[in-house]
């Protein structure tokens, strides 16, 4: 028994994974003056592994509506699985440019009005 999927679920990740994969997917030029080959306008240059997974992922989605099979992995009624979702959006903010921090700390609140610390040595 195929589960049921929420068609505007699936239409929405195969439009974002089909949108990704055309800004990897950009033409490349000619420089009239050098006649290197140049990456084409707003172009992103993908991993190897970033366009297989935007190829399986929408191959997927296209013949069976959702990308993952197994439950435990994300909800019954959603297209794609709780990791595919986080690696896509890793996808897109790398085609938009803006690169991830990693994790960072958190300085807790009025650290700038507290007093520097006391020197042991001065007491």
Not at 101 to 118: A, D, V
Request: net charge positive; aromatic share 4%.
């Amino acid at each position: 028994m195929p589960r049921e999927i929420d068609r505007k679920k699936t239409q929405k990740a195969l439009r974002i994974v089909r949108k990704l994969a055309a800004k990897g997917a950009a033409p490349e030029t000619i420089d009239p003056e050098t006649g290197e080959l140049k990456p084409g306008e707003g172009a992103v240059d993908y991993s190897q592994w970033e366009n297989e997974f935007l190829t399986e992922v929408d191959k997927r989605l296209e013949k069976f509506g959702s990308a993952f099979a197994d439950l435990s992995k994300g909800r019954k009624d959603d297209a794609l699985s709780t990791l595919q979702t986080v690696k896509l959006k890793e996808i897109a903010a790398k085609a938009r440019g803006k690169k991830r921090k990693g994790l960072t700390t958190k300085k807790p609140l009025g650290w700038k009005n507290r007093p520097p610390p006391r020197n042991r040595e001065d007491d």
